[in-house]
Structures are given as structure tokens and as C-alpha cells.
């Protein structure tokens, strides 16, 4: 996932030493986003879908929207809709998606 390059980060005061049992290491490098989503209905279940990289409205839309939640959503009459207020399920272009399958008001 990210880098291990052995680097240490020290925070201290301006004349404060160097006091290892003082500090704490931490992951500092960028890690690879990887995204699973996937449906869950009474009695149904949809295809889990893994995304890597960072999602955006249009990619929610394109790659997960279109091709799996409505094919999903027209098999459940009568299903509500829910997700979380994540930056891509809060996209005007999502939002737009999710009025035009009558999933929002």
C-alpha cells in the first residue's frame, strides 16, 4: 500500500533532545484507497464491487449508480434507497441520478 522508507517524525520543543521512549511511530505516507461497495435487501444481495483510487460523483455515477443500482433497485418494488453523506453519494451529478430513478424526492 504505501512506502516504508524507515523515516521517523519527532515533535518536540525548540533545545528539547532526541527521546525515543517519547515517541511514537506512525504510518506517514500516502496509502492506496481501495472501495468495496456492494447492496444488501431483505432477501437479495447485489454483486460486491471494488474500486481503487479515489471516487468521485462522476465515477459514483458511471461505475457503480448506472450499472448496478438501478438494475438492482428495479428488481426490489417498492425499495428504499440509503447511503451515507459521502462526498461522491452527495455530488450534484449523484443526486441528479438518484431523482431521475425516483430514489429521492
Do not use: C
Not at 56 to 65: A, P, S
Amino acid at each position: 500500500m504505501g512506502t516504508d522508507d524507515n523515516r521517523v517524525r519527532v515533535l518536540k520543543r525548540p533545545g528539547e533532545w532526541y527521546n525515543s521512549p517519547y515517541t511514537v511511530l506512525r504510518h506517514t505516507a500516502r496509502t492506496a484507497g481501495v472501495l468495496v461497495w456492494g447492496a444488501i435487501a431483505y432477501d437479495n444481495l447485489s454483486t460486491l464491487i471494488v474500486m481503487r483510487g479515489t471516487l468521485t460523483g462522476q465515477h459514483y455515477v458511471d461505475d457503480i449508480l448506472q450499472p448496478h443500482v438501478g438494475p438492482f433497485q428495479n428488481g426490489l418494488p417498492g425499495a428504499i434507497f440509503q447511503q451515507d453523506n459521502a462526498r461522491p453519494h452527495t455530488a450534484r451529478v449523484a443526486q441528479d441520478f438518484l431523482r431521475h430513478f425516483q430514489t429521492l424526492p
